[in-house]
């Protein structure tokens, strides 16, 4: 046994040196390195060969990544695994654990069965039945959804109109919506009924607000509905047009009424990654305004010399869910990462949240990111998912007719196609269960007023609910 150890071992840094002459040749991409350097133990696939599956979620010395991190970086001489830190730096070994992760997730998803309702199918989840009822279709890339006290349903479609759902179906467009840049990722985007509109009759928009020379920002704005049309119309943040940023990606952008007279909105940090690390810039920030746009003198960047005073927190890359916890009150958002590192946060005032310095992911493709996954002074994420599932909306459930979800987070993802519920306990995540998977991109999820839970599908674009079944 020790004899073929060594003869493992012998032959591993054989072919690392050999390895490591050719590596000047190569792009840098993920798989061309894991093809390199492990697939001659690990298998083509990541099957096993001379070496044990990386599919199987079975392992020796841990399988989370700081163990992974190690494994690679150190080896495992008495296991005939040569390290590998000399010769692969820290972003090529994070990028090796973001593709095994990835490929692992393939593997084992191929061999599950996820939930994928279609008409009158009855979905048994963990703690609920349910079914997937079309509520209103018709309509053009649903981005955000919120509901009137009698009931209605506003709903933003991408391109820049405003629809109103009423007994399923949807209105003509709203006049009086603002102009958008409707590019790339742009366009007419969150919509936010105030707290007490049953009184004062505010409705809340963000939108991207075309600039010069092709550039585009988020703005927030405010309005009443008066038949089929905005008035009384408000800005309530407009960052300055030499802000502006050109690009169609990561505009953010989602809302959150506190209770206290506060509004909580994101900002992408549209794809100028360092941006959102200066406080001198509006992208890759939490932002927080009074619901009238005042700027609250405790805000913790206000006396901060030429920091924008409505900065909450920042370091985010593409924040598109915002949620209060319904009992403590905590503010949380889901971003977006690279590939690898979609991450769930904890909001807190003031602090920096990583982006770019920082990062669980890599570049889209295949190559190294960041060289570190944490910093001192910068927040950690609560949950990252890698692979990523390009997680949105997120809506804490707290109605009645799914009570054994009470104050769990729903988390919407597009790409995975997935609706997924999350338990957390004590700010840390203590259950994950996908309620179903691939019947479109969902865009935004909410609890409505009736307790049930209403979803906006993009590819095909349609609004949904989820009814309980007995």
């Known amino acids: 046994m020790k004899n073929s150890k060594a003869l493992a071992l012998a032959g591993g840094l054989v072919a ?36 044990k599956s990386l599919l199987d979620d079975e392992w020796k010395y ?26 692969m730096s820290q972003q090529e070994i994070r990028a090796l654990v973001i593709f095994i992760r990835e490929k692992a997730d393939a593997a084992r998803r191929a061999s599950t069965v996820f939930a994928k309702p279609q008409g009158d199918a009855v979905v048994k989840s963990e703690q609920h039945a349910f079914r997937v009822e079309t509520v209103a279709e018709g309509l053009d890339t649903p981005w955000s959804l919120a509901f009137l006290p009698d009931g209605r349903m506003l709903v933003t479609e991408k391109p820049g109109r405003l629809r109103i759902v009423e007994k399923g179906k949807p209105s003509e467009p709203v006049f009086g919506v603002p102009a958008v840049w409707p590019e790339g990722q742009g366009g007419l985007l969150d919509v936010a009924a105030h707290p007490d509109y049953a009184t004062n009759g505010w409705i809340y928009l963000s939108y991207s607000h075309p600039g010069p020379d092709a550039s585009a920002m988020t703005r927030v704005m405010r309005a009443r509905l008066k038949g089929d049309r905005l008035v009384d119309q408000e800005t309530l943040f407009a960052p300055p047009v030499e802000l502006y940023r050109s690009g169609t990606v990561h505009f953010g952008s989602r809302f959150v009424f506190d209770g206290k007279g506060y509004l909580f909105f994101t900002i992408g940090e549209r794809g100028q990654k360092d941006d959102a690390q200066d406080l ?12 009238d746009g005042r700027v609250p003198e405790d805000n913790p960047f206000v006396k901060t010399a030429g920091a924008l005073p409505t900065i909450w927190s920042y370091g985010h890359r593409n924040p598109q869910g915002l949620a209060q916890h319904p009992v403590t009150g905590e503010l949380w958002d889901a971003e977006h990462g ?47 998912w890698t692979p990523s599932i390009a997680v949105c909306a997120i809506d804490f459930y707290v109605g009645d007719r799914f009570p054994r979800w009470k104050n769990d987070l729903l988390v919407s993802s597009l790409a995975a196609e997935e609706l997924r519920r999350v338990r957390i306990e004590s700010g840390r995540v203590a259950k994950q269960e996908v309620l179903f998977k691939g019947i479109g991109r969902i865009r935004d999820v909410v609890v409505g007023p009736d307790g049930l839970v209403y979803v906006a599908f993009n590819v095909p674009d349609r609004v949904a609910r989820l009814v309980p079944v007995p």
């Open 338 to 384: 690279p590939r690898g590192g979609d991450e769930l946060n904890l909001v807190r005032p003031g602090r920096n949240y990583g982006w770019p310095v920082i990062t669980y992911g890599m570049n889209y493709d295949g190559t190294p990111m960041a060289d570190s996954t944490a910093k001192e002074g910068m927040e950690q994420p609560v949950l990252y």
């Open 280 to 291: 001198a810039r509006p992208n890759g920030k939490v932002h927080r305004i009074r619901d």
């Open 62 to 87: 841990g399988g989370d990544d700081a163990s992974l991190t190690a494994s690679i970086r150190d080896g495992r001489v008495d296991a005939g695994m040569p390290p590998f830190g000399s010769m």
């Open 16 to 51: 690392c040196a050999a390895l490591a002459a050719a590596q000047e040749e190569r792009s840098g991409k993920v798989a061309e390195v894991y093809a390199e350097r492990c697939s001659a133990c690990h298998g083509a696939k990541l099957q096993g060969g001379q070496s």
